[in-house]
């Protein structure tokens, strides 16, 4: 199984202010398959940022196609795109991350109460398993002011992965971290996207990151290149684990996907939302169970 | 409604972040809504009061005058009470005199019209005929001149050099407030015969209060009585109410602009609260937009906030304005004409803490709408 998580289809970014016309982007094509961990490199100003708001939908590209999880989201207007952020797509950026009148729980909460399909309830149970796969556990209750930044970027972390999006994008997400807290940040990013095959973008102009990677990309000019594969992966990343162990990762992620499971069944049946998507999320959430219990048995 | 809980997790720890600046806005609210509460209790109070006096005082629905101050002749009494539709009419002289260089009000009347201006007795007892020289003195100026019962007054008509000697047979609380509600001084009650001696105008009043039999329009009653005597002034007990009442509601309009003040000031202080909040916040909001959250999240969230300050300024308005009502009710009273009581008005109370809530809530939408315009890609900017 290898659907496409990711599509983007010449997409091109113009920028105009009153006084020129900045073109960014002038033709990516990039196709980023479920289970893939994608580092996207490049100089300061050449358009990573610009890159990952229009594949998350925070911004529009002037021309192209944006594809999320199998669904074009190029013609979607404000209120849409930020439906489908909220189920399909996790964002984690470089620092202050998080909203800080949310405890830690609340911040990793707030999206799945967003897409308006779980209780308070069971959101506080995703989050809080959440919170236990990226090693958080005892730090429910700490507001982001409490937490250092290592600690906050995992928080942002989970938040991101929650409510299992079909992609979650970084930019430079160890960007304001000391070397020790970049390096568990990111060993726990290589876990997540090897135990949950979480699929993951990361944009830095760090090209220590690439070595995560499955693979690697270079922005420049406006253009993409995939840098051709065959480096050693992972090999320097010191602690590659998150909070739990393997197996027990695996359980807390079945009983996560099962509380889905109810929440989306009852939206289903109470025609929440839009019934072709949610039989789509329903398939791949059965899927990904089945495939658990499996690896669990 | 897990959006909701969130939101209002939001809104308590913003408000429990910047205590001070959260007070404050509750407190601005809260001053307005009192002003505002305060003074239509006062109001309320201040007419029933004055209703009530003017009912209490005037025993009868048409009040009938002369030309001067005093030319209606007692036969005129006697010939309206000879008026179909008629039940009673009481004569009483009302004017300004002196005791030494006291001004006071010289009040006349007949022994059986007195329980309808004395409202209670503080010592002694009534006069009980139409003349001999006793006197009531009124309980402001028994302290004032500080007279008790068995003292000899010497009491001055408004012209004229002449006076007579009265002595003080009773203290008492004088009700007989109408026309001359904003001015000063006491009342001194005679006998109404003493009165038109000291006048020198016996056989004459100032006015003539005709109750009507039940069943009769007090219009109808006015119009006959302007008919027969169409050189007498005559007034409806409601006009008289009217006529106060005009009064006071110049003096609460007046006090109403200075509410509308207060409320400027609170929507003013809502609005910029808010404002900050949102300016705050800013890149937070940016991060819930891109988390998934609606433009009516956002909207929720600082919708809430203003409702949080007008529900909580409402409220204390509410106290502030009762126990304002009580302060200014105490001042009012210690003018000594009116004695307006507390009433706790319902709709007054339920109106000022509606204000509150709508205000702060619609203080909030200009806020609301930039925290709403904030873009998500903005999360990517400022780092
Ligand atoms: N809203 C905008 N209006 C005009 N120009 C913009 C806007 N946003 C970005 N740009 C320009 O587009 C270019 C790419 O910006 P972008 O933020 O995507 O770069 P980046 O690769 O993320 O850089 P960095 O590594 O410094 O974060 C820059 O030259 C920037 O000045
Ligand atoms: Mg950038």
């Known amino acids: 199984m290898s659907e496409e998580a990711l599509v983007l289809k010449d997409v091109k970014k113009v920028y105009r202010t009153q006084t020129e016309e900045v073109q960014v982007l002038k033709g990516i094509n990039l196709t980023i398959r479920e289970g893939e961990l994608a580092v996207i490199m490049g100089p300061s100003g050449s358009g990573k940022s610009t890159l990952l708001s229009i594949a998350g939908g925070l911004d529009k590209p002037t021309e192209g196609r944006v594809v999320v999880g199998g669904v074009d989201i190029t013609d979607m207007s404000e209120e849409e795109l930020a439906k489908i952020r909220a189920r399909k797509i996790g964002f984690v950026f470089q620092s202050f991350n998080l909203v800080r009148n949310f405890t830690a729980l609340e911040n990793v909460m707030a999206p799945l109460i967003f897409t308006g399909l779980y209780t308070w309830k069971e959101a506080a149970e995703i989050a809080s398993k959440m919170l236990e796969v990226v090693g958080l556990k005892g730090h429910e209750h700490k507001f982001p002011g409490q937490l250092s930044g290592g600690q906050q970027q995992r928080v942002a972390i989970a938040r991101a992965l929650a409510p299992g999006p079909d992609v979650v994008l970084m930019d430079e997400p160890t960007g304001s971290l000391d070397v020790d807290s970049a390096v568990r940040v990111l060993g726990l990013v290589k876990w997540l996207n090897e135990a949950l095959g979480q699929t993951i973008v990361i944009v830095t102009h760090n090209p220590e990151l690439s070595e995560l990677a499955t693979r690697t990309f270079y922005i420049r000019g406006g253009l993409i290149y995939e840098q051709p594969p065959g480096q050693i992966l992972a090999e320097r990343i010191k602690e590659l684990k998150g909070g739990a162990g393997s197996r027990e990762l695996k359980s807390l992620q079945l009983s996560m996907l099962k509380v889905k499971l109810e929440a989306l069944e009852r939206a289903a049946s109470r025609g929440v939302a839009d019934p072709g998507v949610i039989e789509a999320e329903l398939k791949a959430l059965e899927r990904r169970i089945s495939r658990l219990e499996k690896l669990l048995a | ?383």
């Open chain 2, 1 to 383: 409604m897990s959006v909701l809980k969130l939101a209002l997790k939001f809104v308590e720890r913003d408000i429990l972040f910047k205590k001070l600046v959260a007070a404050l806005t509750i407190l601005a609210i809260a001053s307005g809504v009192a002003a505002f509460i305060s003074l239509r209790i006062l109001g309320i109070g201040s007419r029933t009061a004055a209703m009530q006096i003017v009912e209490q005082v005037l025993p009868g629905e048409v009040l009938v005058y002369g030309q001067g101050i005093y030319d209606v002749s007692e036969d005129v009494v006697r010939d309206l009470e000879k008026l179909p539709g008629v039940e009673k009419v009481t004569p009483a002289i009302l004017v300004t005199g002196y005791i030494g260089r006291n001004s006071v009000f010289v009040l006349g009347v007949r022994p059986e019209d007195l329980k309808n201006i004395v409202s209670r007795y503080v010592a002694g007892s009534p006069f009980t005929g139409l003349s001999g020289p006793y006197a009531i003195a009124d309980l402001g100026l028994a302290e004032k001149l500080s007279l008790k019962v068995g003292d000899k007054v010497a009491v001055k008509p408004p012209f004229g050099g002449s006076f007579r000697q009265y002595e003080v047979v009773a203290i008492a609380e004088v009700t007989m407030k109408i026309e001359e509600i904003a001015a000063a001084g006491g009342y001194i009650v005679l006998p109404l015969r003493e009165a038109q001696n000291l006048l020198g105008r016996p056989g004459y009043v100032s006015m003539a209060v005709v109750k009507v039999a039940e069943g009769v329009d007090p219009v109808a009653m006015k119009n006959l009585i302007s008919l027969i005597y169409p050189g007498s002034r005559v007034m409806l007990r409601e006009e008289v109410i009217g006529v106060v009442f005009k009064v006071m509601s110049l003096i609460e309009s007046l006090l109403l602009t200075t509410t509308m003040i207060g409320i400027m000031v609170a929507v003013f202080g809502t609005v910029s609260t808010i404002t900050s909040t949102v300016r705050e916040h800013q890149r937070e909001i940016a991060i819930m937009r891109a988390n998934g959250a609606l433009r009516r999240d956002v909207a929720l969230i600082f919708m809430l906030e203003a409702l949080v300050y007008g529900v909580a300024g409402g409220l204390l308005g509410v106290v502030f304005g009762i126990l304002g009502a009580q302060v200014g009710i105490n001042i009012v009273a210690s003018f000594g004409f009116l004695n307006p009581p507390l009433i706790l008005d319902v709709p007054s109370l339920v109106l000022g803490f509606l204000m509150a809530t709508g205000l702060g809530v619609l203080s909030s939408v200009y806020p609301v709408w930039r925290a709403t315009s904030i873009r998500p890609v903005e999360v990517l900017k400022s780092e």
